[in-house]
């Protein structure tokens, strides 16, 4: 990569950031798209706040074409741009920036990209069906309003933290058909297992090896999906398990580089390289 006064300079925001494998990932598909593109990390800090601010109008500044936002600005950041897509907006949180002119408009490419990938991995469509998220944060907040969208039958929430979840449900119940309810996240689970076509862990359990999932994967039905959006192993406790019990099964890196894609199509309005993508994340993983 060669970087002149043409190229166009993308990047992320985030506190850390030295762990993003993001660089990587847009960087080698600029390059097999020869795009004069860079992507580089910022390390906005979480405090003080006005560092989010000044970081946001640096983009206008220091003219960007765009940036990624991550831990901990996705929701603070907000307030300070010009335009937020509607679903972003629903989500309460933006992971990408686009910068149209000086215009600063953001969007969440986590639930879409969630959903893409696990259809295209899986072949699992959500329309109609039972599913069980467990978790109750940012990415579960995500996944569900873009699943909602696609009307499933219903949709169980199950948090370590009951009231996260019922606070989940009851903000998004009254706007959608679909059934819904909070539980806690323990081992009562089953009865909700049974009738799930997908259950997918939103929590952070089982990153880098922490913990165990306390979820009866024994209960749900042949042909159910178990999803993990956890990357870092690559292949968590809770799917291999599944996967010895012949259960389909759905990677959280793959749900890492479909974001990627989609806002790097949103970058450049250009089809993104997903395998050059997903090759250069694993490999970028590899080195962690
Ligand atoms: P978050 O907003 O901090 O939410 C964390 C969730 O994990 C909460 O539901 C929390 O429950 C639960 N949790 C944490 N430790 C727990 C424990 N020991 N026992 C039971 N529940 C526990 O985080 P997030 O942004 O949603 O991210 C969650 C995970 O998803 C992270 O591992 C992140 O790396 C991963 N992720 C992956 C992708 C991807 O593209 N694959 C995208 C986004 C996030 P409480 O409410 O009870 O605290």
Redesign the pocket.
Known sequence: MEISGKTKLVGIFGDPVDHTISPAMQNAAFEALFLDMAYIPFHVRKSPAYDLKAAIASIRALNLRGVNIT?PH?EKVLKYLDEVDPDARAIGAV?TIVNRNGKLVGYNT?GP??LLSLKEDTGFTVRGKRIVI?????????ILRSALEKKPASIVVA????K??EDLVSEFESTFTAEMQAVR?DGSLAPFAKKASLVV???????KG??T??FPLEALPKGAVVSD????PLETEFLSAAKARGLRVH??????????ALTFELWTGKKAPIEVMQRAALAALSLK
Do not use: H
Request: proline share 0%; glycine share 18%; aromatic share 6%.
């Open positions: 831990i996705k992971n986590d990209g969630y467990l978790g109750a944060g940012g990415a579960a907040r995500a948090n370590r933290t009951l996260r979840a996240l862990n939103t929590t952070s359990i089982g990153m922490s913990g999932l306390d959006i956890v990357y870092v990677y959280g890196l793959s749900m890492l580089v479909r974001q990627g």
